[in-house]
């Protein structure tokens, strides 16, 4: 397939822009459908879009951001083979790049437009569209991590259900660290390598497997993308995660994600790309409150039937019954591990991952056996949640599902 089959849409009442993405995208698009829209289009003017085989790049112009946005959203939810390059009238700060990545847009470029910038992004997101209708594509399952507030644990869960998957399995399995200001994977595991998750994404689109083996560290079949020194003001596009993650997807059939909970451009692109969410989050109720925050939010982005809940550090002396926890998040309490200060501690004292007969042990090999279903010991037919399990009363607080 070659970029000759993609479409490309302009969207814009200038028409000066319309002439200059054209000339911008040159010889390259030369034989792809060109339609130029000089309104914002009602979701019914949206439907030739659907026609593109090989999908098509919408340039949307977001000098009306009002209008420029409820075209995103319909593109967004209704059109799964298009991808939004936002034409940003100056440079879009932090908190502009989030909204945009919300819309599903993976890559923005300022106005006044400068020819090489339209050209690179239309290269990514036709590199994009390809991808999604390549034979060989992402092939392996990403699970995603994120937490319903810092401090929830989350990468915690994260590093040792990789590690579970790991042994149980004996098959390869990557962990990857995307929390790029404070991540902790690296000093979980005691991992010593120089490298990280940021020279991963500085060798996108050209990642090859020398690279790869150069950026990872690897305990037993556990390998691991691990965490960044703290990026505080970097901007990562979701291109560039994208690129990452069908990588890894090539090479690994599981991928555990941790994610810092933040909902920037990389944690939207992997949500988005995830077969399975984990929301972390503890039973305190400030704590669920936020969990209810980000599960409206998941529901906007259409990821609702993706997500469920693993409530960390669960105490059935303080618990808050699942039914009610159920019933305010609108999501499924899926699994519980216990809290057991003292192991983890000891753990990343001699950063290993936790192992053993104890019951924080059990239920976290619940969780691997969950994503892994071949491993040792997997129970197919029976889903159950272990809330609380380490109460006498535990019945109280179990539901069959």
């Known amino acids: 397939m070659s970029n000759d089959a993609i479409a490309v849409a302009v969207i814009s009442p200038e028409r000066g822009i319309h002439d200059q993405v054209a000339a911008a995208f040159g010889e390259s698009y030369a034989s792809s459908p060109l339609w130029t829209i000089s309104d914002y289009p009602s979701p019914a003017q949206l439907g030739p879009l659907r026609d593109a085989p090989a999908g098509c790049i919408v340039v949307l112009d977001f000098s009306d951001p009002l209008r420029a946005r409820s075209v995103a959203v319909e593109l967004d939810h209704k059109f799964p083979h298009t991808t939004t390059i936002a034409l940003y009238p100056g440079k879009p700060g932090r908190q502009e790049l989030t909204d945009l990545m919300q819309l599903g847009i993976r890559e ?20 994009w569209l390809l991808s999604r209708h390549s034979e060989n594509g992402t092939a392996g399952s990403i699970y995603a991590f994120s937490p319903a507030k810092p401090g929830v644990g989350a990468t915690t869960i994260a590093v040792h259900t990789a590690a579970a998957i790991a042994r149980l399995s004996n098959q390869p399995t990557l962990l990857m660290d995307f929390d790029l200001k404070l991540g902790i994977t690296n000093f979980l595991l005691k991992l010593g390598g120089q490298n990280s998750v940021l020279d991963a994404f500085d060798a996108s689109p050209n990642l090859d497997k020398t690279l790869w083996d150069k950026a990872v560290s690897r305990r037993g079949m556990l390998e691991v993308l691990g965490s960044a020194p703290a990026e505080f003001g970097r901007v990562i596009l979701p291109a560039a995660a994208a690129d990452v993650l069908k990588f890894a997807g090539q090479h690994y059939a599981t991928i555990c994600v941790d994610l810092p909970g933040e909902m920037g451009n990389i944690e939207l692109e992997t949500l988005r790309q995830a077969k399975e969410i984990f929301l972390v989050c503890t039973p305190d109720l400030g704590t669920l409150y936020m969990a209810k925050r980000k599960a409206d939010l998941l529901r906007s982005l259409g990821l609702g039937a993706d997500v469920s809940v693993i409530m960390n550090r669960a105490d059935w002396r303080s618990a808050v019954p699942v039914s009610d926890v159920e019933e305010m998040l609108r999501l499924p309490v899926r699994f519980s591990v216990s809290s057991d200060p003292a192991r983890i501690t000891d753990a990343t004292a001699r950063g290993v991952a936790l192992e053993g007969r104890f019951p924080i042990v059990s239920q976290i090999e619940n969780i691997a056996r969950h994503i892994y279903p071949a491993a040792p010991g997997s129970t197919t037919g029976r889903k159950f949640i272990e809330f609380f399990s380490v109460s006498p009363v535990r019945d109280r607080f179990v539901r069959k599902h």
């Open 108 to 127: 923005v470029v300022s106005l006044p437009l400068a020819d090489p910038e339209i050209a690179q992004a239309a290269m990514r997101a036709s590199r």
